[in-house]
């Protein structure tokens, strides 16, 4: 490559030596160099096999580490993922003592690949495409699946426009869901189904950071479908992007406050008619959370509040036999999480962190006229456990997780969970 490379640099570098203004001849040259130097770098990229840089430890526009490595690229195609393996151990006895086994099982939960692409500093392409429980095949629980997919148009911090397939800005785990960025073995039960993570709907909106430190993101998504609601919850009416019914479309948006490194509070809501048929009366759903969360000095702290309604007006009306008369008017949730880096306090770069992290949550607080809420969703969970990270980019958890319901139907597990980001 050498021998190549220096005839070709002496050449080129000649050839301006013969221009009349010397101003114009200096820029040449120099444009010249830079080029010839980004060759020279390609080029043993190439020869050597060199990867795309591993994700760091932050993330950017609101999105997960490895999720906006595409932010910082300097153009082009950005690749990067995450994935993750977990085994459940299930007690063999409910909550009330009755014994009831339940099969243990360790499952390649996801592999996600992240494409981006960059076109120039104003134009960003980013998308997720996720292969759940390592396989497809008829009869398996497998999925392939796009998380997210839209354009950035980046035109000043303050203001940005974002259009696609977008996450809905709610809570830490639904934007934020990368294995090694959260505590416990499993995403929180409150981020799971009062905030059905990983919640993404196709819309436009914006986003930026204002002063005062200050971000924000709002879109007008299509609303949820109300038709595959149910007693646990609002879950099955996500509609992801797939050919998603739009009568009724929806707002949703956040606003966080981060005064000081390290720490963050904040405020999210959603709201929208879920009925998207032209028949029976609107069910209007809405949901706000406040979250807050510490992190400095091997400390790590997250709280966060949730609360729903769903309007009586067009559940009333529905049959009795209706699943989804059985929708809670009024849902709510929340949980306190506390971990600490004991390895810290030697200097080490590995972390070890000792967490626990406690939960209420309710889908059936109340419920229409006619309908009996389920004990069973009455729900508190207390988790326990240990996280360790040779790098920030890898997590190894195991911990263990008290279930308890109303009808006193919870059952307790160990999990171990593996998890990384690219």
Do not use: C
Not at 169 to 190: C, I
């Amino acid at each position: 490559m050498k021998s190549l490379l220096t005839p070709l640099m002496l050449a080129l570098l000649a050839a301006p030596a013969f221009a009349q203004e010397k101003p114009d001849a200096d820029q040449r040259i120099a444009e010249l160099e830079r080029r010839l130097n980004a060759m020279s770098q390609e080029l043993e990229a190439q020869k050597t096999g060199t990867a795309m840089p591993v994700a760091g430890e932050t993330g950017h526009f609101g999105m997960a580490p490895a999720a906006s490595k595409v932010y910082g690229s300097k153009g082009g195609l950005s690749i990067g993922g995450y994935g993750e393996m977990l085994y459940e151990n299930f007690d063999s006895k409910l909550q009330n003592g009755t014994y009831s086994p339940k099969a243990n099982t360790i499952d390649f939960v996801r592999q996600i690949l992240y494409v981006g692409y960059k076109f120039d500093e104003r134009i960003v392409f980013n998308t997720e495409i996720e292969f759940e429980h390592a396989k497809t095949a008829t009869g398996s629980a497998g999925e392939v699946a796009v998380e997210f997919a839209y354009l950035d148009f980046l035109l000043n911090p303050a203001f940005n426009v974002r259009a696609g397939m977008v996450l809905v800005p709610l809570g830490f785990v639904n934007e934020l869901h990368e294995p090694p960025t959260y505590l416990g073995a499993k995403r929180p039960g409150v981020e799971g189904t009062i905030i059905p993570t990983t919640w993404r709907e196709n819309g436009v909106g914006v986003h930026g950071e204002l002063p005062g430190h200050f971000t924000y993101r709002a879109y007008l998504i299509n609303g949820l479908n109300a038709s595959k609601f149910g007693a646990t919850g609002i879950r099955s009416g996500r509609q992801n992007g797939s050919k998603a019914l739009a009568e009724s479309l929806a707002l949703t948006g956040r606003l966080d406050w981060s005064p000081i490194p390290g720490t963050t509070f904040g405020l999210g809501a959603y709201t929208g008619n879920s009925n998207q048929s032209d028949s029976g009366e609107p069910i209007r759903t809405t949901l706000v959370e406040a979250h807050a969360e510490y992190r400095a000095r091997g400390l790590q702290l997250r709280g966060l509040y949730t609360r729903m309604t769903n309007s009586e007006n067009g559940l009333t009306g529905l049959a009795a036999t209706s699943a989804v008369k059985k929708l809670g008017t009024q849902q709510w949730g929340g949980y306190l999480e506390a971990g600490y880096d004991v390895l810290g306090l030697t200097g080490s770069k590995q972390a070890l962190i000792p967490y626990v992290r406690w939960e209420r949550l309710n889908t059936q607080q109340d419920v229409v006229a006619g309908v009996v809420a389920d004990l069973a969703n009455d729900q508190t969970l207390i988790t326990a456990g240990v996280a360790y990270k040779p790098i920030p980019q890898v997590a190894v958890k195991l911990d263990l997780t008290k279930a308890e319901n109303r009808a006193r139907t919870g059952r307790d597990q160990v999990s171990l969970a593996l998890g990384y980001y690219f």
